[in-house]
């Protein structure tokens, strides 16, 4: 006789159907191999949910669906978990006292950011042609012998070789922040000081980049006052997730559940 590969789960009487949770599991990460991972995640997901849809019947709530996205609404089991979650899950409230704490614990996080003016030579290519990227970062080696030679020829070369947009603008691409580059460039401008140039090509996915920081204006402390709907936004979602933690927990610990162990870790 064939047993199944993984035990039948229930949540209170309620059996969850093996294909669901098999269906659930292309959701879930696992390890090449361990497929049982995924499918533990999976159950797990699906027992919350069932938890959740449970609990709502016994409030008696009739949500209304309602719009996420253009041209999308909620389904009313994702109705029926929003409206439990809104009714049961009452994070602690965050103070004054709290958001204060917080900044003076983590001051260094808050500053303004560090902007740099920045010029630079494209040596496009795309990401997926070899032949194109070689050429691209022989151009781009080639143009920095030469700025080597004469650093000064650093317009001149942007207007006749860039293959940016900016190259009408001498290469300026203005004032760069974090986040405003793509993460490669990025690393580049926090290795120069004003006045210089990268030493080597800078590679992304869009091709060769030399690159010229022109000035850079630190970031400097926020003040409290700057800093605080931040602070108070993310001590919120903190509050709402622990809470959220402790309402499942609570959910768990009370419920009827076979097939599984909501409290092992997975591997």
């Not at 049961?88 to 965050?94: E, M, N, Q």
Request: overall charge negative; hydrophobic content about 45%; proline content about 9%.
């Amino acid at each position: 006789m064939n047993r199944p590969l993984f035990p039948e789960i229930s949540v209170n009487g309620r059996v969850i159907p093996a294909a669901e949770i098999a269906a659930e599991a292309q959701n879930h990460a696992a390890p090449a191999g361990k497929p049982g991972i995924a499918w533990r995640k999976a159950a797990r997901a699906l027992v919350i949910r069932a938890l959740l849809l449970q609990e709502a019947a016994r409030l008696g709530l009739k949500p209304e669906p309602q719009q996420t996205a253009p041209g999308r609404r909620e389904t009313d089991d994702e109705a029926l978990i929003r409206a439990v979650t809104e009714a049961r899950i009452t994070p602690a409230p965050v103070s004054e006292q709290d958001a204060r704490a917080h900044y003076l614990a983590h001051r260094d996080r808050f500053r303004s950011p560090t902007l740099c003016e920045v010029a630079h030579i494209l040596f496009a290519a795309p990401p997926d042609d070899a032949q194109a990227r070689a050429q691209a970062r022989a151009r781009a080696e080639n143009a920095l012998a030469r700025l080597v030679e004469r650093p000064e020829g650093f317009t001149a070369l942007a207007r006749d070789l860039s293959d940016c947009p900016s190259r009408e603008s001498d290469g300026r691409l203005g004032q760069v922040g974090a986040g405003d580059t793509v993460p490669e460039f990025e690393a580049a401008l926090e290795t120069l000081e004003p006045g210089e140039i990268t030493s080597t090509p800078v590679e992304t996915r869009f091709g060769f980049h030399i690159i010229r920081v022109l000035a850079r204006a630190e970031g400097a402390p926020l003040p409290f006052e700057a800093a605080a709907p931040a602070i108070r936004a993310a001590l919120e979602r903190a509050a709402w997730l622990r809470a959220a933690r402790e309402h499942l927990t609570a959910l768990v610990e009370s419920a009827d559940i076979t097939g599984i162990d909501m409290r092992a870790p997975l591997p």
